[in-house]
Each structure stands twice: as structure tokens, then as C-alpha cells.
T-cell receptor
Framework: QKEVEQNSGPLSVPEGAIASLNCTYS??????FFWYRQYSGKSPELIMF????GDKEDGRFTAQLNKASQYVSLLIRDSQPSDSATYLCAVNRRNDMRFGAGTRLTVKP | EAQVTQNPRYLITVTGKKLTVTCSQNMNHEYMSWYRQDPGLGLRQIYY???????DKGDVPEGYKVSRKEKRNFPLILESPSPNQTSLYFC??????????????FGDGTRLSIL
């Protein structure tokens, strides 16, 4: 079992729809959870981070964390074609970091 | 401008020829790390550093060395590169005295090809 798992996709949604990206992790001691967006050939860019159970909203983005289920998700409302990218889930584990392989999202006009 | 700077951005070299990829940050960050990114495998952490003179292995440290003599610099050294180290490499840093708990800022990446 991978330490951080994501569906590789591709996930395709129409413009204006809600995109839902999911991530599970195996280490119950994980403390911090991050979502990065990565455009092809570019470096990862932080979208959201969340430390506590529940929801955290920032503009069109909402991160959800459920530590009991070891599950973290990212919702993108009113998806735009510019949101088309690979989304990486990252989980801190003591002093190191583990990334999922990423979910490729395509938003179709 | 706050940034993480990697050099070189691209490098093609041959097996066994020692190389160093430099990484520098201007944000006074304590935590720095190196990752490699390969298709289907995502980002994997190679080494990280909690502070000056404090380094530790990540997920895939074999074949790599690092040093942290100054807070701003964290070079990645490949003493004897091999073709399986062909990859896209990222340096990252974060303002943290609690390891990797804080968000990390990434450099633009270095694409290495080992022939």
C-alpha cells in the first residue's frame, strides 16, 4: 500500500462544475496535509493546507480532512479551464513529506 | 522577491561524472529538501534538512549526498551519476521549526539526463 494514494485520473469536468479530488494516507501520525497544483513542466504550487479535521475554504477551493478515515479531499467550485493541471496531495510525516502521484484534472470549456 | 533558485535548470551528462545541483533560498527558511519526480511515481523526497548542519534521509537517498553549511544553501551532489538518476529534481524550503509541517515553496526544477 502506498503511503499517499490518489486516483491518477484523468478527471474531466465541464467548465463551471465542481471538481472533487481525493487522497488517502496510511500514517495515522501525519499532522499536516497539503494540496499542490502543478502545470505541465512547472514546479508545484501550493493551493491549500489543512491541519485540523473539518473543512477549510479559500475562494473557490475547499479542503476537507477526516483523520479518523485518513482521508483528505479538495473541492474546486466553478471550475475553469485554467484549473486544468495535475493536483498533488502531500502529507507530512514527522519531519519528512510524502506525496501522492497526483490526479490530472481537465476542465473542458 | 522571495524565491528558491536552482541551478542548472537543464543538464545532460555521462555516467560517473560527478555533478552538483545548487539550491538557494532568500526567505531565511530553516527547512529545505530535495525531491525527484518521475512519471507515475510522483514526487519522492531524497534528503531534507531541518537547519544548518542537520540533514536526514528521505524516501530515496541512495546515490545522493547533501550538505547544509549555510542556512540559505542546500546543494545536491551526485558523486557517480547513473542513468537511473535521470529525472526532474526540485528543491523546496519552508519556514518551520517543526520539520515539514509548514507549506513548502518549490524551485523551478532541474531536469537531469544521465547518459
Amino acid at each position: 500500500q502506498k503511503e499517499v494514494e490518489q486516483n491518477s485520473g484523468p478527471l474531466s469536468v465541464p467548465e463551471g462544475a465542481i471538481a472533487s479530488l481525493n487522497c488517502t494516507y496510511s500514517d495515522r501520525g501525519s499532522q499536516s496535509f497539503f494540496w499542490y497544483r502543478q502545470y505541465s513542466g512547472k514546479s508545484p504550487e501550493l493551493i491549500m493546507f489543512i491541519y485540523s479535521n473539518g473543512d477549510k475554504e479559500d475562494g473557490r477551493f475547499t479542503a476537507q480532512l477526516n483523520k479518523a478515515s485518513q482521508y483528505v479531499s479538495l473541492l474546486i467550485r466553478d471550475s475553469q479551464p485554467s484549473d486544468s493541471a495535475t493536483y498533488l496531495c502531500a502529507v507530512n510525516r514527522r519531519n519528512d513529506m510524502r506525496f501522492g502521484a497526483g490526479t490530472r484534472l481537465t476542465v473542458k470549456p | 522577491e522571495a524565491q528558491v533558485t536552482q541551478n542548472p535548470r537543464y543538464l545532460i551528462t555521462v555516467t560517473g561524472k560527478k555533478l552538483t545541483v545548487t539550491c538557494s533560498q532568500n526567505m531565511n527558511h530553516e527547512y529545505m529538501s530535495w525531491y525527484r519526480q518521475d512519471p507515475g511515481l510522483g514526487l519522492r523526497q531524497i534528503y531534507y534538512s531541518m537547519n544548518v548542519e542537520v540533514t536526514d534521509k528521505g524516501d530515496v537517498p541512495e546515490g545522493y549526498k547533501v550538505s547544509r553549511k549555510e542556512k540559505r544553501n542546500f546543494p545536491l551532489i551526485l558523486e557517480s551519476p547513473s542513468p537511473n538518476q535521470t529525472s526532474l529534481y526540485f528543491c523546496a524550503s519552508s519556514l518551520s521549526n517543526t520539520g515539514s509541517r509548514r507549506p513548502q515553496h518549490f524551485g523551478d526544477g532541474t531536469r537531469l539526463s544521465i547518459l
